[in-house]
């Protein structure tokens, strides 16, 4: 399976410039997702790397939800009808392929001291993808996520 623009662009912030797993999450989507998100949005993030520096819920999953929450919502949560199913969507298919939601669980089987998170980002990254895909295909996501804006140059040639 081929490389998709999310996880290319999570492999630049986690490995090139050293982001945590929530930053990391925030920006790829940032820049597959063309959200605009000012500079001072990312640092709103740092502090849930880690589980929140204690192991809970995981910051890749943090900075999956912000991202879609975006995409999502124009005003507020209460306000957006379809939210809370997406975000249920998005934490079932983050369980799904990782098998947890916690930060210190999902260490013991993802982390390694050479790659750190980014496995689990990787990983969170497929989720996101799926998530955007399956909201996409029942209509619930606006038009401008398209699958052309978050796919590899080579997967969009062979559409």
Known sequence: MSETLLERN????????NYNCAETMIQACNDTF???LPAFA????????????TGNVCGALV???????????????????YLPYAQRLLVRNFRNL???????????VHHTKEQRCLPTCLLAAQAMTQTVNQLQQ??????????SKWMTDEQAKSE
């Not at 999570?10 to 410039?17: A, F, P, Q, R, S």
């Not at 990312?42 to 520096?53: E, N, P, V």
């Not at 990782?98 to 013991?108: D, M, N, S």
Request: with cysteine; glycine share 10%.
């Open 138 to 147: 029942e209509g619930l996501l606006k038009q401008e996520y398209d699958f």
């Open 98 to 108: 990782l098998g947890e939601t916690q930060c210190a669980r999902l260490k013991v």
């Open 10 to 17: 999570v492999k630049h912030h986690y490995l090139e410039n």
């Open 42 to 53: 990312y640092r709103m993030l740092s502090g849930f790397g880690s589980g929140l520096y």
């Open 63 to 81: 900075g999956c939800t912000s991202a879609l929450s975006l995409m999502m919502v124009e005003t507020r949560a209460h306000d957006t009808e």
């Open 34 to 36: 063309k959200l605009d």
